[in-house]
């Protein structure tokens, strides 16, 4: 017999080290201690499963082949043995021992290891807010969680739902419960706009609308402060410092935090906020111990800061390093980005790397650039709008994030996948432009709309996209005269005419063909803003105008597509 290593945490990193380890060493002794009774399911999948895409949970436990992954699949396909409904108590690392439980009988043992690794996972937040351990408030944190409140739903006891916070498993969560189930549900969200620090507010805004469109009220920038319950000790009111909303059932989504209580007790390095400390081999304070999953902090590729990111993909990944330094083949497990992608109804939305919230906090001088074009050739049926962002750093032009929403979600994980690859080579906004995209009509453009987001960061780098943001825009229409400005449109005159009959004079419609032999008209005295659909139009009249020698022109970004993507009307 080789060596014996003990697995804490049963989930996802756990049994990917697990069988990694027997493929290359079949002489170890592998065993999983895992305190719940479900083992190495798919988590990420809850959502789905509670909106009944996926109808059986054993879905989310079985193999590509249909073999539900238990005990015995494990012992018997991958020669590694799994204790289920026991938990680890104590690491005596001197001795080099476990002290185990077993929760149904209360039995106490101890395990000897060689190796033992950590993937004891997160532990969801709870609002340490009055009412929050009524009955029917839940947090969506593992498999019995989820069958719980897929069987409350079920059963029809649910008409009203308030989920509490607005990042990934928030929304979807709300179309999970009101798409399929037609619960009348509301978003609760504390930051300014949902996905914080995934997103920026216009692609924040955009996923609010979208799901507004589908009947899911959102409020951002509340906070809730208490949960009021009926006589029966179940959750009826969500008091936020704003309103009162009547709830049959909360779900809160407010973050997890890393399981790192094994890890402390034991005297393992972890960060100064929680996480464990591992080194590149995923390798904690002890050379004896390693550790992965959502138990660790990674380092982020972009800031070289200690970062906590809890993904299914990113377990998985680290599962297979630990795998192989445990059979003593040396791997390394390199700075992440962070990538990230959700579908939110009819639409997908995605991001990678910093927001430019997140790259000013962190002291860069960071800007971003966003594009509004096709995902496919203009001319293919099934074409749809993308819209595109990315953080530069203005001195380096280092691509520091991405921000992507689009209908079709090829389109987006696509292009995304390529940024990641980008960024983690350092590469600037100019290898943007020149990225080598497979073409044909139902995939891409000639020219990509990828390519272009490259093109219109260079030029707006090298002062000659001159931008106006939405936020800036609604606030000078409410005002234009004010403000001295006009509005220089350039669609079709049948497109810009109820903008025309509801600014006047401030709203000129010159039709984009016909500005060239019409610059007399437009004055030189106010603040001009151009405007097309997508903003590419009006960035070629803007560039015009300046070479006429107009000086204070500035192009809305996005155009009208963003601002209509956005949910905002301004006729």
Not at 20 to 45: H, N, T
Not at 434 to 458: H, Q
Not at 500 to 516: A, C, H, Q, T
Request: aromatic share 6%; glycine share 8%; charged share 25%.
């Amino acid at each position: 017999m080789g060596q014996k290593v003990v697995i804490i945490g049963g989930v996802a990193a756990g049994p990917k080290a697990a069988c990694r380890l027997k493929r290359l060493d079949p002489s170890a002794d592998a065993i999983i201690v895992e305190q719940d009774r479900f083992i190495s399911y798919g988590g990420c999948g809850i959502p789905f499963y509670i909106s009944d895409d996926i109808p059986n949970e054993k879905e989310l436990m079985s193999t590509s082949f249909h073999v539900i992954r238990d005990e015995k699949f494990f012992l018997e396909g991958k020669g590694v043995k799994v204790l289920t409904r026991t938990r680890a108590l104590n690491i005596n690392r001197s001795e080099k021992k476990v002290e185990i439980e077993n929760l149904d009988t209360g039995e106490k043992d101890f395990l000897e290891y060689d190796k033992l690794v950590l993937a004891t996972g997160s532990i969801p937040n709870v609002l340490p807010i009055p009412g929050s351990d009524l009955g029917n408030v839940f947090t969506v944190s593992n498999i019995n969680s989820a069958l719980k409140l897929k069987s409350m739903i079920t059963r029809g006891k649910v008409e009203k739902a308030v989920i509490i916070g607005g990042g990934a498993i928030g929304i979807e969560m709300a179309e999970a419960i009101s798409d399929m189930w037609e619960i009348d549900t509301t978003i609760v969200e504390y930051m300014d706009h949902l996905l914080p620090f995934m997103f920026d507010y216009n692609f924040a805004q955009m996923v609010k609308a979208e799901l507004e469109k589908n009947d899911v009220k959102v409020y951002v920038g509340e906070r809730v402060e208490s949960l009021e319950g009926d006589s029966q000790g179940n959750v009826r009111k969500v008091i936020t410092n704003n309103r009162t909303l009547d709830t049959d059932l909360v779900i809160m989504c407010v973050g997890v935090r890393p399981n790192d209580e094994l890890a402390k007790k034991a005297g393992l390095a972890v960060g100064d906020k929680g996480g464990i400390l591992v080194d590149k081999h995923l390798c904690t304070s002890d050379p004896s111990i390693y550790a992965g999953g959502d138990c660790i902090l990674n380092t982020n590729l972009l800031t070289g800061k200690r970062m906590y990111l809890p993904l299914g993909s990113l377990a998985n990944r680290h599962g297979r390093v630990i795998g192989s330094n445990l059979a003593g083949k040396p791997e390394t497990f390199d700075e992440v980005v962070g990538s990230f992608i959700i579908k939110v109804f009819d639409i997908c939305a995605g991001s990678a790397g910093l927001s430019l919230e997140s790259a000013l906090m962190e002291r860069i001088n960071a800007d971003r650039v966003l594009t509004v074009g096709y995902d496919r050739a203009h001319y293919y049926p099934t074409r749809s709008l993308l819209y595109l962002q990315l953080v530069v750093d203005k001195q380096t032009r280092r691509i520091l994030g991405f921000q992507a929403i689009g209908d079709n979600n090829d389109a987006v994980s696509v292009r995304l996948d390529s940024i990641v690859a980008l960024m983690q080579g350092n590469f600037t906004v100019d290898k943007v432009s020149n990225l080598e995209i497979a073409y044909s009509p139902p995939y891409a453009s000639a020219m990509d709309s990828l390519n272009a987001l490259g093109n219109t960061a260079a030029n707006f780098l090298d002062g000659l996209y001159k931008r106006m943001e939405v936020k800036e825009f609604l606030d000078i229409i409410g005002d234009l005269k004010k403000h001295n400005a006009i509005i220089l449109d350039s669609n079709a005159e049948i497109a810009a005419k109820p903008y025309v009959e509801k600014f006047g004079d401030s709203w000129l419609n010159i039709p984009y063909m016909d500005v060239r032999r019409n610059i007399e008209k437009i004055p030189r005295d106010k603040k001009i803003i151009t405007i097309c659909d997508s903003g590419i139009r009006s960035y070629e009249i803007q560039l015009l105008l300046n070479s006429h020698g107009y000086e204070d022109v500035i192009c809305l970004e996005g155009g009208l597509n963003l601002i209509n993507k956005m949910g905002i009307k301004i006729v």
